[in-house]
């Protein structure tokens, strides 16, 4: 039988079962302990320092004693550290991306999604690179600068080549005054040789769901093609991390199976790599099944309701609070503003989740990959992100100043990062407002933008700021960052 070691680096025994059955044992046993939980919500909370603000996080144990507990006074709580871990680290910004379908080829047989090999009755399709340059064009007018590639797993259709010649032709459009600045990579598990491929093309985050951390359900749910390798999918991190790739991104399919299993192995998975790397993941995505061609969500019977959500959001944030944390639009327009409360702090916006789909007229449905919930322009998801509160973000800087792995986490573990996010947040977004906002957004935005500008605290950082808005307002310079 697997032993449970964070440091190993065998699948088994980093996310461990028999770990994870004792673990939910102990936070049922202590779901309703009072002087835990509080001790626990006290931990959670983030602490001024000389140098900034500090956090100690949750272990997996204790973090899950948190999302047994059904105390609404303690749920209540949970939600407000989560905000409070927020607002030290992040603040008020939301950084905007969208998905890039290049491809839905796919050997794989994953009984959630509708590319399964088996599934006679999607139309295939693969962009060609003038066709990828298309969506980039398209991409770019409506403002994008950070995206996510998606591909399906096919060794003849979309090798290895064929993204690496996707991600050249994505940072080669250069298209009025768009720049997509930073790549991030979602395809399936592959080799270090690869992945070095990969870092050497200048990718920011690679993000691969594990979809489910039970190994049982795991073999069931993939019964065919490479992904049905359980080990060698779960131990994807490890390999990218050996290729150089600093930033990972984690993921679970929640409805899949049972989201306490889940949540335990997705904070067991982010224990390994900073206990066998040094630094955790970069971000944490946490999509729900959701229906498309050919699959209807009901016959999956683990589905959560929007308070379970919200509170697995609360969770994650207050066990890992310097992992970034994204939801996409297969979440609708209320359950995004309700995440955004509890310490999300990406979110996509006018995504497409088809292949071919920005250059189309209407939303096609034919390729798509999930219904999409939240539908609106970019324009009015980042009208609504000012309406809440919220500066829109399109800030890159961070990886491309090399501030990745361990160099962004010791940043922003120091709370340092936030004099580096609130400008840039504001300089990216100026960049919005002056090429592609509707006027109503304009307005809205330029008096967002006076307004936060004189929260910089740093008097210095503050004066330069506003020079370069000045700049990208009036001078039509671009690309500044802290
Ligand atoms: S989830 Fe990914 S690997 Fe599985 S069928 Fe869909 S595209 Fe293929
Ligand atoms: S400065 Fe770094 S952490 Fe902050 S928004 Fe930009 S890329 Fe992200």
Request: proline share 4%.
């Amino acid at each position: 039988m697997a032993v449970y070691d964070p440091k190993s680096l065998r699948a088994t025994e980093f996310i461990n079962d028999e770990e994870i059955l004792e673990t939910l044992d102990y936070a049922d046993r202590n779901k309703e302990n009072v002087r835990l939980i509080d001790e626990l919500l006290e931990k959670a909370r983030p602490r001024r320092t000389a140098g900034g603000c500090q956090c100690s996080g949750l272990t997996h144990r204790e973090a899950s004693v948190l999302l047994a507990c059904e105390m609404p006074d303690k749920v209540a709580r949970m939600y407000e550290v989560a905000e409070e871990i927020k607002l030290a680290f992040y603040g008020n910004r939301i950084v905007i991306f969208a998905p890039l379908y290049l491809s839905n080829y796919c050997v794989n047989g994953c009984l959630y999604c509708p590319y399964h090999t088996a599934n006679k009755t999607i139309p295939r399709k693969k962009l060609t690179q003038e066709e990828v340059r298309r969506e980039v064009v398209a991409l770019q007018d409506m403002g994008h600068k950070r995206l996510a590639i998606e591909s399906g797993e096919d060794p003849v259709n979309n090798p290895i080549e064929y993204i690496l010649d996707c991600i050249r032709t994505i940072y080669g459009v250069h298209h009025k005054n768009g720049d997509i600045r930073r790549v991030n990579v979602n395809i399936a598990a592959t080799t270090v040789e690869n992945f070095s491929k990969l870092k050497d093309a200048g990718i920011g985050t690679y993000i691969l769901f594990q979809e489910t951390y039970h190994k049982k359900g795991y073999l069931e749910l993939h019964p065919t093609g490479p992904k049905h390798d359980y080990d060698y999918h779960t131990e994807a991190m490890d390999r990218a991390m050996d290729g150089g790739i600093d930033d990972v991104g984690l993921g679970v399919l929640f409805g899949l199976d049972k989201y306490r299993y889940e949540f335990a192995g997705l904070l067991m998975h982010a224990e390994h790599l900073e206990a066998v790397h040094g630094v955790g993941p970069h971000t944490i995505s946490v999509p729900r099944v959701k229906r498309a061609d050919g699959i209807d969500p009901d016959v999956f019977d683990n589905s959560i309701s929007d308070d379970t959500f919200t509170k697995i959001a609360a969770c994650i944030r207050l066990a890992v609070p310097y992992t970034g944390m994204i939801v996409s639009t297969r979440e609708s327009e209320a359950v995004r503003a309700r995440l955004l409360q509890v310490g999300i702090s990406q979110v996509s916006g006018a995504s497409r989740t088809s292949v071919g789909g920005y250059t189309e007229e209407e939303r096609p449905h034919d390729t798509e990959q999930f219904d999409v919930s939240d539908q609106r322009t970019l324009d009015e998801v980042v009208r609504w992100l000012m309406d809440s509160g919220h500066i829109p973000s399109f800030c890159t800087a961070c990886y491309r100043a090399g501030r990745t792995g361990d160099r962004f986490m010791s940043l922003c573990k120091s709370g340092q990062i936030l004099n580096c996010c609130h400008p840039n947040a504001l300089m990216t977004l100026t960049e919005y407002l002056e090429d592609y906002a509707s006027p109503e957004t304009k307005r809205i935005g330029y008096e967002m933008v006076a307004r936060e500008l004189n929260r910089i605290p740093r008097e210095r950082v503050r004066a330069t700021a506003r020079e370069n808005i000045e700049a990208i307002r009036n001078s039509n310079r671009r690309d500044f960052r802290f």
